[in-house]
């Protein structure tokens, strides 16, 4: 029988120039054996639109899940997220419950973060920027909402107080010896950072203010601390209005500024809008399902283990919320792209004090928890000490690996004094 005499045959035979890979040219082949071999008549047109179809969306869900799966190495700890999810409904030992959604959600974290960048691919830039904003501190937020749901408010404190110090010592820290370790001098940009710095230490001074007026009353009477929680919700307006201008100012204004040439010839969608927005959501639904687990377990963890609530809100939970920033951020340092390493680092650090904590006050409001800016004393002078110490860092455009390696020794050195730091000296703040 002759391959062009079958008008399905010569269709066919005309496919493979068009073929996108193994698997359709494959099935083509196939198809015009069996044709050959059994003569049959050709299908109708509804069939084979039905087939292609078929077989695009198969492709299409597994290109999904490939570019998915394969951007984090931490998605190798995705099991962890059932085991979490188990562990809490079935009220296994608090420890384990607790270890588990730990591990959980550093791979939601990186799905969250992969799926944000994706996602801000494909609407532009100043919307794209909008939506990196708005979720670059998504498992922060999502953790801190059910911990105030759920009257943990020192959790909440520390673990705001614990994201800035992680920001500003381990992981500048770390950025500055990766990045300076063979080299004389780390270069950035000296116009960026000293803009960024300046806004880290004004919305710093503002944020401490309920603390450091708070610290100066000797009477601690509930009219006292009714007194400090409206002039919290009050400070937070103001921060929220901050962060609103300051998003007008990076994404509008002076958007020129923060534009990395590097990163916008390097970058490739790999995720569609509507695959994106899946992502996006099936991921913080999961952060939000495995932070609940997460909290729930604090009460049994200290009691077994005897760490302080201070010790986990401020160094443990922080890492998760940070890993991705992590990643990034050194990733950017090895490469010498330094400006990258610290718009992302006082980035973020700014969304936690120009965002991230005011909105978890109004929501304390919104749910009847008193949640407030009154931080500790000890975590009020850490906060603004690192602030201060980060400032003086790369205000000037310039520093090296030892710098880099102090700043991680006085992060360790505070992460030990929270491990010893007993509940009790600050129980009557809570």
């Not at 299409?60 to 999810?85: D, Q, W």
């Not at 009477?221 to 209005?241: G, H, M, P, W």
Request: aromatic fraction near 8%; glycine fraction near 8%; charged fraction near 15%.
């Amino acid at each position: 029988m002759d391959d062009t005499a079958h008008p399905r045959l010569r269709k066919l035979a005309k496919s493979p120039a068009r073929m996108n890979g193994p698997l359709e040219m494959n099935t083509a082949a196939g198809e015009r054996e069996s044709l050959l071999r059994e003569g049959s008549p050709e299908p109708r047109e509804t069939n084979c639109s039905s087939w292609k179809h078929a077989l695009f969306l198969r492709k299409s869900v597994l290109c999904v899940v490939k570019s998915t799966l394969g951007c984090s190495y931490t998605n190798l700890l995705l099991p962890f997220v059932f085991l979490g999810i188990i562990a809490g409904r079935q009220g296994w030992n608090d420890s384990i419950a607790f270890a588990f959604n730990f591990l959980a959600i550093f791979p939601l974290a990186a799905l969250l973060s992969f799926a944000t960048e994706e996602l801000a691919k494909s609407v532009g830039k100043t919307v794209g920027g909008l939506i990196n904003a708005t979720f670059g501190n998504a498992v922060e937020m999502i953790v801190g909402i059910t911990a105030v749901r759920q009257g943990e408010i020192s959790i909440v404190q520390s673990s705001m107080v614990g994201s800035i110090l992680s920001g500003n010592l381990l992981i500048l820290g770390s950025s500055l010896f990766c990045g300076g370790f063979a080299k004389d001098a780390v270069i950035f940009n000296v116009d960026v950072s000293g803009i960024l710095s300046s806004l880290m230490v004004v919305s710093s001074a503002t944020l401490i203010i309920p603390s450091v007026l708070y610290s100066t009353i000797s009477s601690k009477t509930a009219d006292v601390e009714a007194s400090i929680l409206s002039l919290s919700r009050a400070a937070s307006v103001v921060l929220l209005a901050f962060y609103l201008v300051y998003l007008y100012f990076q994404l509008k204004s002076h958007a020129e500024l923060f534009i990395d040439d590097e990163v916008e010839e390097d970058s490739q969608r790999l995720l569609g809008p509507l695959s994106a927005s899946v992502v996006l959501i099936l991921a913080t639904l999961g952060v939000t399902v495995c932070s609940d687990g997460l909290v729930d377990s604090v009460d049994g963890l200290v009691e077994r283990w005897h760490v302080s609530r201070a010790f986990l809100g401020l160094i443990v939970v922080p890492i998760v919320g940070n890993a991705g920033e992590f990643n990034t951020v050194i990733n950017s340092s090895l490469k010498g792209n330094m400006d990258l390493a610290i718009g992302v680092i006082v980035g973020s650090t700014l969304q936690i004090a120009l965002f991230v904590s005011p909105f978890l006050v109004m929501c304390g409001l919104a749910l009847g928890q008193p949640m407030s800016l009154r931080y500790s004393p000890f975590e009020t002078v850490v906060f603004f000490l690192s602030v201060i110490v980060m400032d003086c860092l790369i205000r000037g455009g310039r520093s090296n690996y030892y710098e880099g390696s102090l700043l991680i020794g006085m992060y360790l050195i505070i992460a030990i004094a929270y491990f010893v730091h007993p509940d009790a000296i600050d129980a009557h703040l809570v």
